[in-house]
């Protein structure tokens, strides 16, 4: 029977090259699919950002914090398109010295190219039936610049100018952290290349980077007025909604999934299976194991270092992950929570540094959060996973070459976010005036208060030793003290009376 | 690639007309700059329009006295 079938049924078999040609498709599509998921879910870090900052802000200044995290969609987006994605493509080998031409890699000639199909007038940056993936991993991409611009956002709100934000956020989102990414983020960058520079999940391409680069601006911008005393000690300004900042944080885990998963490279034609940025193999379920049990680690050490503070233990959890991130594809989830704890811990403890000792106001914490744990997740890499094969090279990946990756991202990042701000304030342009920092920003922005409905009490600040008291005297006097100027300086005010 | 339908040929098609011409031809230079240029005067109208507002209001708020030195008239 099957004998006199067999011919038949062959005979009416398509020919193996449509076949061929079908599951082409139909990996090119799945993966087309995968990126552009992963886009829709990082889209709810930006829900987070802005729930978490809004929340962090007083009363006066919830929409003017919150206009940020929705207008950097508005400059970031374009900027990258323009330029962002050809930074990327061609900057791997630091200065571009083939042109258009890709560094080409034996055996991985895909990557040969990449850089003339970034350029925004290519024909793989609009609409083109002929390819599936270069737009949703350009997408991809976008969306970590969204977040390296928001990771900055929340330790300036209260005091800089929207307009001056927006100029600070493209710069780094389109360019210095999209640098760094073609250096040592890239199959063909040439720390990867050349040192085996490991940052799998981005530890210091996006979050210390983007710590590092908020530094550089925090010095230029100032604290916000009444937040030091005249001798130095910190207040504390209570943000409006507690709630609002810790559902940002929760969102802010959700659309991480997004993230990490983003990270990763998948088309199954191509590759014989998951491949981290730097095209060595991983899995998925790898990822997931550290980034659950590095939220576990960090809010454990958030908790504990911080003796239960909320705020602090949420941000721990994120600092824990940040940790992790750049061994996401190497460590034994065992591993991932003891390192999460210990950055859980560390962020607390270089938050209160920061704030106290070198009197910086960062409002949300986002210089010890990202900078320092993304950082610190690039060290542990150096400790605990030196010797991984790292990329198309397979270098092993080694403190030195960890060491060498810091110390190029570090003024790579800090020095553009310095000089940039430094020269809006030279411009009036960095941050608004005193006295509308004192009224709020909401009325001078917009004209209206956001919570109508809700009566007006008065607004809290929290001295030094802890007692609560009224913000309006407090600030006022901060102001005339020094002449509406920020200070940090101990006995800065009684100099200027 | 199928037969159910011509997707190849409208394929083409619609190409020609979603790309202006496709990579590097003068309609997606035009279409580029354009863009550019819309960037750019974005940046300089966030900025312009923002420093208006900021400045009107902290006028208005120096001439009103809200914001008087606590315990003295106010000097400015």
Not at chain 1, 102 to 120: K, M, W
Not at chain 1, 366 to 373: L, P, Q, T, Y
Request: charged share 15%.
């Amino acid at each position: 029977m099957i004998s006199t079938l067999l011919p038949t049924w062959l005979a009416q078999a398509p020919p193996v090259e449509d076949v061929d040609a079908k599951v082409n498709l139909d990996s090119l599509i799945l993966t087309e699919q995968f990126y552009f998921w992963t886009v829709v879910i990082m889209w709810l870090i930006h829900v987070g950002f802005m729930a978490y900052e809004a929340g962090a802000a007083r009363r006066k200044n919830v929409m003017s914090t919150a206009m940020k995290n929705i207008l950097t969609i508005a400059v970031v987006t374009p900027t990258f398109y323009y330029f962002g994605w050809y930074i990327y493509g061609c900057f791997e080998e630091g200065w571009p010295k083939d042109g258009h031409a890709s560094p080409t890699v034996e055996g991985l000639e895909i990557l040969g190219g990449f850089c003339q199909n970034t350029a925004p007038w290519a024909a793989q940056m609009g609409p083109n039936l002929q390819d599936h993936v270069s737009a949703v991993f350009f997408l991809a991409f976008l969306l970590f610049s969204w977040t390296t611009a928001s990771i900055m956002s929340g330790a300036l709100i209260e005091r800089v100018r929207l307009s001056a934000f927006l100029i600070l956020g493209a710069l780094l989102g389109s360019v210095v952290w999209i640098m760094d990414a073609a250096w040592g983020w890239s199959g063909g960058g040439w720390l990867v290349t050349r040192f085996g520079f490991h940052d799998s999940i981005a530890s210091l391409v996006v979050h210390g980077v983007a710590g590092a680069f908020t530094l550089g601006v925090l010095l230029n911008l100032g604290p916000r007025i009444g937040k030091y005393t005249t001798d130095g000690a910190a207040r504390t300004f209570r943000g409006h909604n507690t709630h609002l900042t810790l559902m940002g944080l929760m969102l802010i885990f959700t659309g991480f999934y997004g993230f990490y998963a983003a990270c990763l490279v998948i088309q199954s034609t191509v590759f014989p299976g998951w491949l981290n940025i730097y095209l060595s193999p991983t899995t998925l379920g790898a990822i997931a194991f550290v980034i659950t049990i590095g939220f576990a680690g960090g809010f454990t050490g958030g908790w504990f270092a911080s003796k239960g503070d909320p705020f602090w233990t949420l941000s721990g959890g994120l600092a824990g992950v940040i940790s992790v991130s750049a061994g996401a594809d190497v460590y034994h989830p065992s591993l991932a929570y003891l390192l999460a704890i210990s950055g859980g811990m560390l962020a607390v403890y270089a938050g209160g540094v920061i704030e106290k000792k070198l009197r910086i106001d960062d409002a949300v914490g986002a210089v010890a959060v990202h900078g320092v744990c993304g950082f610190y997740g690039v060290f542990l890499v150096g400790i605990f996973a030196g010797g991984y094969p790292t990329g198309i090279n397979n270098v092993e990946s080694s403190f030195g070459g960890q060491l060498m990756g810091m110390l190029a991202f570090l003024p790579l990042a800090f020095l553009p976010g310095y000089f940039a701000s430094w020269l809006l304030k030279k411009m009036n342009l960095l941050r608004v005036p005193a006295e509308v920092e004192l009224e709020g920003l909401d009325l001078a922005e917009f004209g209206q208060d956001f919570y109508p409905e809700f009566e007006r009490v008065p607004e809290v600040v929290i001295e030094p030793d802890g007692r609560e008291v009224d913000a309006a005297p407090v600030l006022l006097d901060a102001y005339w003290q020094t002449n509406g100027r920020p200070t940090t300086r101990v006995g800065a005010g009684e100099e200027r009376s | 690639m199928f037969d159910a339908f011509p997707y190849d040929e409208w394929s083409e098609d619609v190409a020609e007309f979603w790309t202006f011409g496709g990579e590097g031809s003068t309609g997606t230079w035009i279409l580029t700059v354009l863009g550019i240029a819309a960037m750019v005067i974005s940046f300089w109208g966030f900025v312009q329009l923002e420093n208006a507002k900021l400045r009107r209001q902290a006028e208005r708020l120096r001439s009103s006295g809200a914001l008087s030195r606590p315990g003295a008239s106010p000097t400015v």
